[in-house]
C-alpha cells in the first residue's frame, strides 16, 4: 500500500492522463467482452432474457448451460460453423493476398522516380480516407443490376446487365474486391515507407554485379520488407477477419447466407429473427480465441525467423 502511495506522488500526472483511457477501454471494451463470455455459458434469447412490458417487468429465466454452446459450435452440432469458417479463411486468405500483392507492386512503383508522383499516392490513399461506409455504399450503387455504372458501361458496347450482387459466386467476388479496394491505400502507405528505408547502396551493389530488377527485388526488397510484411500481413488478417461492415453493408439483406463470414453470421443470430444471445455470444468469443490463437503462432514464428 506503502509503495503504491510513493508511486502515486511521483507519477500522478501520468495516472491522471492514463485513467481516462482505462475507464474508455473498460466500459466500451472490457464490460461487453466479459458479459459477452458469461452469455456464451447460457441459453439466452429474446424469450427468456429480462424485459420491460409497458409498467410491468419480466425477470429473466436464462440458465447456465456450462460449455454446452462451444460444444454444439465445435463439434459441428449446429451446421453452421465449419462451411463460415472455411468461407472465412477463403475470404482472409484471398483479401489480404490480393491487397498485399497490389500494395508491393504500387508502392514499388511510387517509389520510383516518377511525374505526378504527389498525385498518385493522393489518388492512392484517396480510398483509405474516404469513410467506409460511404465507399461501400459507393460500390454498391455501382454494382446496382438496374442502375449501375457498370451495366451502364457495359451497354454502351451492346452487352446486356449483369447481376453483380445476385448470386453465390458473384457476391463472394464482389465482397472481395471491395474489401481489396479498401485496404490497399493502407498496405501502398505502410510498404512505401518500407522502401524508403531500405539504403539505396544496397541495389546499386546488386546491380554492379549483375544482378537483374527481378533478381534484386526477390534477393533485397522483399527481405528488407520483411518486418514491415510481418506486421501489415497481421493487421491485415486480423482486420479481414473481422470484417463486418464490407459484406453487411454492400450485400444488406441480399444475401444467399453463403457469402456469411463468423462475425456477420453471429451478428444474424442475435439482430435477425428471433435473438439468440447465447450462440451469438459464442460465435464472438470463438472468434476472439481463434484470433487470438493466429496471433501467437504468427508472433512465435516470425521471432523464431529473426533468430536464425
Given at each position: 500500500?506503502?509503495r503504491?502511495?510513493?508511486?502515486?506522488?511521483?507519477?500522478?500526472?501520468?495516472?491522471?492522463?492514463?485513467g481516462?483511457?482505462?475507464?474508455?477501454?473498460?466500459?466500451?471494451?472490457?464490460?461487453?467482452?466479459?458479459?459477452?463470455?458469461f452469455?456464451?455459458?447460457?441459453d439466452a434469447?429474446e424469450?427468456?432474457?429480462?424485459?420491460?412490458?409497458?409498467?410491468?417487468?419480466?425477470?429473466?429465466?436464462?440458465?447456465?448451460?456450462g460449455l454446452?454452446?462451444?460444444w454444439q459450435?465445435?463439434?459441428?452440432?449446429d451446421?453452421?460453423?465449419?462451411?463460415?469458417l472455411?468461407w472465412?479463411?477463403?475470404?482472409?486468405v484471398?483479401?489480404?493476398a490480393f491487397?498485399?500483392?497490389i500494395?508491393?507492386?504500387l508502392a514499388v512503383?511510387l517509389?520510383?522516380?516518377?511525374?505526378?508522383?504527389?498525385?498518385?499516392?493522393l489518388a492512392?490513399?484517396?480510398?483509405w480516407?474516404?469513410?467506409n461506409?460511404?465507399?461501400?455504399y459507393?460500390?454498391?450503387?455501382?454494382l446496382?443490376?438496374q442502375y449501375?455504372v457498370f451495366n451502364?458501361?457495359i451497354?454502351?458496347v451492346?452487352?446486356?446487365?449483369?447481376?453483380?450482387?445476385?448470386?453465390?459466386?458473384?457476391q463472394?467476388?464482389?465482397?472481395?474486391?471491395?474489401?481489396?479496394?479498401?485496404?490497399?491505400p493502407?498496405?501502398?502507405v505502410?510498404?512505401?515507407g518500407?522502401l524508403?528505408?531500405?539504403?539505396?547502396?544496397?541495389?546499386?551493389?546488386?546491380?554492379?554485379d549483375?544482378?537483374?530488377?527481378?533478381?534484386?527485388f526477390?534477393?533485397?526488397?522483399?527481405?528488407?520488407?520483411?518486418?514491415v510484411?510481418s506486421t501489415?500481413?497481421?493487421?491485415?488478417?486480423?482486420w479481414?477477419?473481422?470484417?463486418f461492415?464490407?459484406?453487411?453493408l454492400?450485400?444488406?439483406?441480399?444475401?444467399?447466407?453463403?457469402?456469411?463470414?463468423?462475425?456477420?453470421?453471429?451478428?444474424?443470430?442475435v439482430?435477425?429473427?428471433?435473438?439468440?444471445?447465447?450462440?451469438?455470444s459464442?460465435?464472438g468469443?470463438v472468434?476472439l480465441?481463434?484470433l487470438?490463437?493466429?496471433s501467437?503462432f504468427?508472433g512465435?514464428?516470425?521471432?523464431k525467423?529473426?533468430?536464425?
Amino acid at each position: 500500500m506503502q509503495r503504491l502511495r510513493r508511486s502515486w506522488e511521483r507519477h500522478w500526472y501520468a495516472w491522471a492522463m492514463v485513467g481516462p483511457v482505462v475507464v474508455v477501454i473498460a466500459v466500451l471494451v472490457l464490460y461487453p467482452l466479459l458479459y459477452g463470455l458469461f452469455l456464451s455459458f447460457t441459453d439466452a434469447n429474446e424469450a427468456n432474457v429480462a424485459k420491460n412490458i409497458g409498467a410491468n417487468h419480466i425477470p429473466a429465466t436464462f440458465h447456465l448451460v456450462g460449455l454446452h454452446n462451444y460444444w454444439q459450435v465445435l463439434s459441428g452440432a449446429d451446421g453452421h460453423f465449419y462451411p463460415r469458417l472455411v468461407w472465412t479463411i477463403v475470404w482472409t486468405v484471398g483479401c489480404v493476398a490480393f491487397t498485399y500483392g497490389i500494395g508491393v507492386g504500387l508502392a514499388v512503383l511510387l517509389n520510383r522516380p516518377i511525374r505526378g508522383k504527389i498525385f498518385y499516392r493522393l489518388a492512392l490513399i484517396l480510398p483509405w480516407a474516404v469513410p467506409n461506409f460511404i465507399g461501400v455504399y459507393a460500390w454498391r450503387l455501382m454494382l446496382n443490376g438496374q442502375y449501375g455504372v457498370f451495366n451502364r458501361i457495359i451497354g454502351l458496347v451492346g452487352i446486356p446487365g449483369q447481376a453483380w450482387l445476385d448470386g453465390e459466386t458473384a457476391q463472394k467476388v464482389a465482397v472481395i474486391i471491395v474489401n481489396v479496394w479498401l485496404g490497399v491505400p493502407f498496405m501502398v502507405v505502410a510498404l512505401l515507407g518500407g522502401l524508403q528505408s531500405i539504403p539505396a547502396e544496397l541495389h546499386e551493389a546488386g546491380e554492379m554485379d549483375g544482378a537483374s530488377p527481378w533478381q534484386r527485388f526477390r534477393s533485397i526488397t522483399l527481405p528488407s520488407l520483411r518486418p514491415v510484411s510481418s506486421t501489415v500481413i497481421l493487421l491485415g488478417t486480423i482486420w479481414t477477419f473481422n470484417m463486418f461492415n464490407v459484406i453487411y453493408l454492400l450485400l444488406g439483406q441480399n444475401t444467399t447466407g453463403s457469402t456469411d463470414i463468423l462475425v456477420t453470421y453471429g451478428y444474424n443470430l442475435v439482430f435477425n429473427g428471433v435473438a439468440n444471445y447465447s450462440m451469438g455470444s459464442t460465435y464472438g468469443i470463438v472468434v476472439l480465441l481463434i484470433l487470438l490463437g493466429f496471433s501467437i503462432f504468427y508472433g512465435r514464428r516470425q521471432l523464431k525467423e529473426e533468430q536464425l
